[in-house]
């Protein structure tokens, strides 16, 4: 039985960077209609984390998978 990479959120039902993925893009959808959004700082920041985030749960869960 695999074990979950340090770091990254134990799936419970669909994997942790599945639900971080489609929050992030949820957020997006909602917010991008505002006036100024992507001129934001913070967006950009998020967006960076928020995906850096997945990439790294998902490659590392990845490699466990694979041995």
Do not use: I, K, Y
């Amino acid at each position: 039985m695999a074990v979950d990479p340090p770091g990254c959120p134990a799936p419970r039902g669909p994997r942790g960077s599945d639900v971080m993925a489609r929050l992030t893009l949820s957020a997006l959808d909602r917010a991008s209609g505002s006036p100024g959004f992507w001129s934001e700082p913070e967006v950009h920041r998020a967006l960076l984390v928020s995906g850096l985030s997945v990439l790294v749960c998902s490659l590392a869960r990845l490699q466990n998978d694979l041995g």
